[in-house]
């Protein structure tokens, strides 16, 4: 047979390639976790939820504190605190944030060569859930709309003393956190079903879009409210930091009389930025904690703080579950099922790609199916659980009280499922720094660099994966354990509520495995 | 402390030499035909081992531009002329060979095959 070689130049490349319209952008190039392993790590976590449940069942004392050190009472720590070092981190974020729009609308729409699509895709949302969950919430330092909005407040107030920036409609106690919930079910539409989400003048655009919506919200309802109730970051990095080893907190019960957030109904008050903000420095702590204390919470949590976390929850392993097997196979499904097709037509017109429209219905009704779930186990618990004395926990109580203890599994998963993607994909901020418009720039001489996918090995991601998730596993069992004793004041009453939350946990732990078991599979 | 000595000690030592010298690879070589802009079930995942030296033989019905993701290569196959592609895995993973523009899909990114590489 007469051979033509074509030889390319093989090896890590990152060449140019010819812009052949949007490549997928979130290309994940893991292989799945080999069956052994994922049968382990299932096993481990059944087996270990029994460990932990047995170290309750010999009485255990009631945890209400735990060890803080607070790092404001030490002169580094102050440095760190001082406005001389987080006013010019804000002004970065600010830049940052016109850079990312600015090169979305005028750069190259190549999502490779424009800064937009990583900024925004891997950097930030990715990055910053790592962050606020292993190491605290940043996003409340940075947050570039807070902060231009209190530069603005800042500067009508020089202008004009003794007035008020704003509306000051009140927040009605209704609404709660919906708007955000809402704005965040947006988002994650955008990031899981959205054509446009890789096509950097798109992104732009909905970025700009939310900065508006944002800064008018502000202006609105006042700063603080609206950061509480409407912008859906600032609440969903806010839960994820929960996990996080710190904590900023006011000491001095008398300044938080008067926040809108009614903080002191949940004991202490602790992540309030509008009681910290105002509070006197010897009033301020911030400190570091265990991992994972944050999440125990006193009072049960609002409905819509519910929906929120488990949307939350719900969308990171709807994210999982698109990349498998099983759900080309149902997208596929309704493709060309006669019964969808109307449904699936009619969604086309706003989506403008058939996929994108199934992936829509499928996300709205993976998202209804999880809450549904949830409140279904929360009822099985209230069941179960007998009823010594006093006053019996009502359903939305158990719903308010357990949700927190879901999302270590949530931010394992997370971990898990982004670990390679934040590593190979983040790469890209290399040459990007140097030509963050796609115009051939070498600013600071890293125009060529190229992409290493050696960087991380699969066996690496394997065990690191499975080891995230049996611990967040058992970290998840011993929270609601703890929830559960804090709540029902009784051993036993305790004991028989967790069997139910036992239950969803160890199914949510082994839908997390087997999704990283599963090949990745992209459909476009 | 004896499992330490026999059992621990040797085992970090020889993970710590696969990790330095790594495995000679063997060649590999797929013949992959590509008919009515698919191939056969049998070629639709490509497995291979780190340190491999792999040889793709293509031959296709109509011509054709792929892409093969992450180790970023771009070829054109003609129908008449089979195309060797070669690369030495070096990184593990599972990346996606894609068909660019085929005459069904124009703008499309069909997903040929997986090339899975696996860790020795």
Known sequence: MFLTPVRIAAGFLLLAVPAAGAHGFAQRYDLPVPLGLYLGGAAAAVALSFVVAALFVRGHRVVESYPRLNILAVPPGRWLASPWLLEPLRAASVAFLVLVVVAGFIGQQNPYRNLAPTAVWVLWWVGMAYVSGLLGDLWVLVNPWSASFRWLERLYMRLRPASHFGLGLPWPRWLGCWPALFLFTWFVWSELAWPGSDIPARLARAVLGYSALTLLGMFAFGRHAWLRGGEAFTVAFGFLARFAPTEYRVTDPSICGHCGADCLARGECIGCLECFECAPVAAREFNLRPWAVGLLSHRPLSAPAVAFVLAMLSSVTFDGLLATPLWAAVSKWMLYSQFMRPLIVGLQEVTGHALAAIATLALVAFLVAFQCLYWIFCALMRAVTPRPSGRPLGLAEFAGLFVLSLVPIALAYHLAHYLSFLLIVGQYLIPLASDPFGFDWNLVGTRLYQVNIGVVDARFVWLTSVIAIVTGHIVAVWLAHVTALRALRDNRAALLSQLPMLALMVGYTVLSLWILAQPVVEIR | ?120
């Open chain 2, 1 to 120: 402390m004896r499992w330490m000595t026999t059992r621990v000690f040797p085992a970090i030592c020889a993970a710590l030499l696969l990790a330095l010298s790594a495995r000679a690879g063997e060649d590999r070589r797929f013949e992959i035909a590509i008919r009515d802009n698919q191939v056969p079930e049998a070629m639709q995942v490509v497995r291979v081992s780190r340190g491999d030296h792999v040889e793709l033989v293509w031959t296709t019905d109509k011509p054709a531009r792929l892409h093969f993701h992450g180790y970023d290569m771009e070829f054109q196959v003609a129908p008449g002329t089979p195309a060797v592609v070669d690369f030495d895995a070096r990184a593990t993973g599972r990346f996606p060979v894609e068909l660019h523009g085929s005459s069904d899909n124009p703008h499309g990114h069909d997903t040929l095959l997986y090339v899975e590489v696996y860790p020795e």
